[in-house]
């Protein structure tokens, strides 16, 4: 354009544009190939003092949020959330908002670098010498030549990458990508798909239409905080509130979570004990709505339950009136309540509870979500089981270069499953990491791709919204350093017919340009890529929420186990929940360390709850610090005095401990993943809230820095004042 | 014998109306307290972070919080609702009144409490004075990031140095961007047009901005509505900030 333009005339144009403030946004087809430059080359069609939206998608999480990120002379300078976008609707989380921290960090990788290194992880040093893209791609080439070999370890997003690479594994013949994150762990993805599966026929993650329900029983579903797409669900629990008659919030769990602080009721309930509660309640609304129990619930004795979950039988009687009276009741297992050895049964326990409410495919109850607009079947996330076996066939010596994009198992996976120990047997692991985190420091090569934000690409958007939707991504502003995108490599290393990541991208959404009843229609192909950015994604107006197969749900028996007494004073069920602010990859955001946590307002550093009695039964105070016991490991981490957790019960969140991840994550509280031991449901995924630790005193302070006043906290420090 | 011009007897005198000009509703039903307010006026007006050590004694820089406190004993412990708390902009400010260098002042066109960066000395008598604890202070220089960290700032907004007072400012440069946008237009501003930055992030919708001299907008209605409560409003401070205690519709449960 400018070629043809003098720059008189070009000036002429912009300023009529400016005088309807127009911003340069999609600009058209040509679009695909405008640079953005930073402030010391500005391009002179960047007005200054205008700035300019772009559409993206946030990659914090897996969620697939829009956001609109404003830029002003080639730098991005605030994330917002993108108002059209159907999952989070103009929103964002504190994450979304710190994501520029992430773009901007000091400790970014920036050029393609080799490590020996055996040396660099025992010295603690770096040896790391730069090499240039040809090399790298040369490398990932030779590597792709012995397909057996290679193995692909992906993180939960973005999709346009695991789409390539499992096209690339197929066709050379190399095993299929494994994706994991630490949030589906967490979550217990897996164990609700295999639920889903066994009751309803098809293994989709559900959608729980919080928005229309009036009675919500949660099983510990942090749905406010990180659970699977926390800003659609906050807008749900809003919605739910909002109606003419005030939707109640009834969350059961052990300790008293973000989320339970704003339930009505409260009650801590015994880990593991969900699926009892579950067909407890279910047994006593059948028999009192229909007068006889179907075959889930008949075999459970009610008082047992209520024993087992600490309750008192009344409690239960309360809810069952409460479920009752409610028009649109709705049940919600949360991560931790699957997470034990008979999760699948649990799940499948709350499940077959929706089924008997008869809310399946009703507006506030459980649905399936729509398939994606591109036809791509359901694809979960590895169980913790997978990943065991990931690590069996590394030791091995089956696989030869393993590569690593978007996630950072040595952190994130528990150290009693020996990925770290594995990777002796690895020779050679190629990380495309962002940041250098625990992974990539002990990679041979480390291929920094770019961050999100100046990235192309796409994410499916599977769970929070019930319109089937792409979620698209651009780069906001050109990428700072001298990183490639791993689609980029990967297209050049495997000799594909795509001449760069624009053109792969264009070829996988053609076939929506075909499709009908979209948010907008364009007749070719380079048009509606020019629309895909201008609005981030292409969504259908319409919502294709399906209704779960009924049929049957309430009639096959469960497995539930009884739950085992813990022994006070000796061993405390710990209960591991993903931080509010930081979850598994915020740590390195300055802002979200200095963020407090929203229940203790702890900043900067881990610390593990006890609740006061029991803390003063083993006479530790706020700040103490004490040793944290499982039989697969151990860490020292200060106390909190909890008021709102069970006695029998310690928690700890998970998203600290860093030993690398940059000079903001380093170094910093402890990874609760370290006490882990490689416990499966059956399902696959790590039971890891049936994890039992003891607590010894250390004899040591350490104070943590908290927003709230210490003085006066159950007296604390006031003897001193 | 000429009159002497009338020397209020201390500042607050000049308290502006009742009714004040821009304002903000916080339903605490639908806070869950999930700091993305913090995150996301940090992130538009520049405020630094501290470090852990600073941030224990309590210089930590946001200018909003989310309170929540405990009430009551386990098992029948309860967390009160989460309660973002940022600078009231009130009609009669405590802070304005003990300035000694008119520092802090009383915009008359936008009706809200100033900071004006480059008078202030740092007496921090004004932190001192305000009921709210809303006013944080530049002990450091906490802004000078490692590079490229600072990128990220707002070139709307300043960055502070040390010995300087600031707060919230309701998003002054938003307000100021819409205004002119619609002074340009020939029409009052539209309710919901500026949102400041809290507002704009809110993944529950709970807090609301808007124009109280406009009877129409969304935020005189719910500061009209039966479940509002200033905070501190027995001080006669005239917050513009209004909370929405109890259930939504009223009803709870």
């Not at chain 1, 009703?362 to 590895?382: D, I, Q």
């Not at chain 2, 930055?197 to 109280?212: K, N, S």
Request: aromatic share 8%; net charge negative.
């Amino acid at each position: 354009m400018t070629d043809k333009l003098s720059r008189r005339d070009f000036l002429k144009v912009v300023g009529a544009g400016a005088a309807t403030a127009a911003v340069l946004t999609g600009c058209g087809p040509a679009s695909r190939y405008v640079t953005r430059e930073p402030y010391t080359k500005m391009p002179e069609y960047n007005y200054n003092g205008q700035s300019t939206y772009f559409a993206t998608t946030c990659r914090e999480c897996a969620a697939g949020c829009g956001l609109i990120v404003r830029t002003m002379q080639g730098r991005a300078i605030k994330t917002e959330g993108n108002p059209y976008h159907p999952v989070n609707l103009g929103k964002t989380c504190a994450r979304g908002q710190a994501t520029l921290q992430g773009l901007y960090n000091p400790d970014r990788l920036r050029n393609p670098v080799r490590n020996s290194r055996g040396e660099s992880y025992q010295t603690g040093e770096k040896d790391w010498t730069e090499i240039n893209w040809d090399t790298a791609i040369e490398v990932v080439a030779q590597a792709l030549k012995d397909p057996a070999g290679v193995q692909f370890l992906l993180g939960p997003a973005p999709d346009h990458l695991f789409d390539l690479v499992r096209e690339i594994c197929k066709t050379i013949g190399a095993p299929a990508p494994i994706r994991f994150g630490a949030l589906g762990m967490f979550e217990a993805r897996v164990t609700l798909g295999e639920a889903a599966r066994a009751m309803f026929g098809r293994p989709d993650t559900l959608f729980f239409d919080l928005a229309n329900a009036d009675l919500v029983i949660s099983f510990g579903a942090n749905f406010l905080e990180t659970w699977i797409s926390p800003v659609a669900y906050t807008r749900g629990y809003s919605k739910m509130r909002k109606q003419r008659t005030r939707g109640i919030l009834v969350q059961l769990e052990a300790r008293l979570s973000q989320t339970a602080a704003k339930a009505d009721l409260w009650h801590p309930i015994k880990p593991g004990s969900e699926g009892l509660v579950a067909a407890a309640l279910g047994k006593l609304y059948a028999e009192q709505k229909f007068g006889i129990a179907p075959a889930a619930f008949e075999a459970v004795d009610v008082a047992a339950a209520a024993e087992a979950a600490g309750l008192q039988l009344e409690a239960l009687e309360n809810l069952t009136a409460l479920l009752l009276d409610a028009d649109r009741p709705l049940v919600i297992p949360g991560g931790a309540a699957l997470a034990h050895e008979h999760g699948l049964e649990i799940a499948k326990a709350i499940l077959a509870l929706n089924a008997l409410l008869g809310n399946l495919g009703k507006p506030g109850g459980v649905f399936h979500t729509p398939v994606s607009p591109l036809g791509e079947e359901y694809r979960r996330p590895a169980s913790l089981r997978e990943m065991a076996e990931l690590v069996e066939r590394m030791k091995a010596g089956k696989i030869k270069t393993l590569f690593v994009h978007g996630v950072n198992p040595v952190f994130e996976l528990p150290q009693a499953l020996g990925f770290q120990a594995a990777l002796e047997k690895v020779p050679t692991l190629i990380s495309f990491a962002t940041f250098p985190d625990e992974t990539a420091m002990l990679a041979d090569y480390i291929l920094p791709d770019h961050h999100g934000l100046e990235s192309w690409g796409y994410q499916r958007v599977t769970d929070g919204t019930g319109q089937a939707m792409l979620s698209g991504a651009q780069p906001v502003v050109a990428p700072f350093y001298n990183t490639k995108s791993t689609v980029d490599v990967l297209l050049a290393a495997a000799g594909l017919p795509f001449k760069d990541e624009v053109e792969y991208l264009q070829n996988q959404v053609a076939p929506l340009v075909e499709q009908t009843g979209g948010f907008y229609s364009a007749a070719d192909l380079p048009s509606f890529w020019a629309l895909f950015q201008q609005f981030g994604g292409w969504w259908k107006n319409d919502v294709s929420l399906s209704a779960p197969n009924a049929a049957g749900a309430t009639e096959k028996k469960l497995n539930l186990k009884a739950v085992e007494a813990s022994e006070q004073h000796e061993e405390f069920h710990l209960l591991v929940y993903p931080s509010p602010i930081l979850a598994e990859a915020g740590a390195n955001k300055p802002w979200l360390q200095e963020i407090p946590d929203p229940m203790t307002t702890v900043m900067w550093n881990s610390w593990i709850e006890i609740n006061p009695h029991t803390a003063e039964e083993l006479g530790l105070h706020n700040d103490d610090v004490v040793r944290v016991v499982s039989p697969f490991g151990a860490v020292e981490v200060s106390v909190y005095k909890y008021p709102a957790i069970r006695p029998d019960v310690v928690a700890i969140p998970f998203g600290q401990g860093h030993t690398a991840y940059g000079r903001y994550a380093e170094a910093r509280g402890i990874n609760p993943a370290d006490l882990f031991g490689p416990n499966f449901n059956e399902a696959g995924d790590l039971a890891f809230a049936d994890l039992k630790v003891r607590i010894e005193k250390t004899g040591k302070k350490r104070e943590l820095s908290r927003l709230e006043s210490k003085l006066g906290v159950y007296g604390e420090g006031m003897e001193e004042h | 014998m000429a009159s002497l011009p009338k020397i209020p007897e201390y500042k607050a005198e000049w308290a502006e109306g009742e009714a004040g000009r821009w304002g903000i509703a916080i339903d605490m039903d639908l806070c869950t307290g999930c700091q993305a307010c913090v995150a996301a006026c940090s992130m538009e007006n520049n405020v630094p972070f501290v470090g852990e050590h600073d941030a224990g004694y309590g210089r930590q820089m946001a200018w909003i919080r989310v309170e929540r406190l405990w009430e009551g004993e386990y098992p029948e412990v309860k967390a009160t609702p989460f309660q973002p708390v940022m600078c009231q902009q009130c009609g009669a400010a405590p802070c304005e009144a003990v300035c000694p260098v008119f520092a802090t002042v009383h915009s008359q066109a936008e009706q809200i409490n100033l900071q004006v960066y480059n008078r202030c000395v740092g007496t921090r008598y004004c932190a001192n004075n305000c009921p709210y604890v809303a006013r944080v202070f530049n002990w450091a220089d906490y802004s000078n990031y490692p590079e490229p960290l600072a990128n990220q700032f707002n070139p709307d907004v300043t960055v502070r140095r040390r010995g300087v007072m600031e707060k919230c400012t309701f998003c002054i440069q938003r307000i100021h961007k819409a205004t002119d946008q619609a002074k340009a237009e020939g029409r009052e501003v539209r309710d919901g047009e500026v949102q400041p930055a809290c507002a704009q992030a809110c993944p529950a919708d709970a807090i609301v901005f808007g124009r109280l001299d406009d009877p129409e907008s969304k935020v005189s209605k719910l500061s009209k509505d039966k479940r509002a409560i200033k905070l501190l409003e027995d001080l006669g401070t005239q917050p513009r900030v209004t909370y929405l205690k109890g259930g939504y519709h009223g009803n709870l449960g």
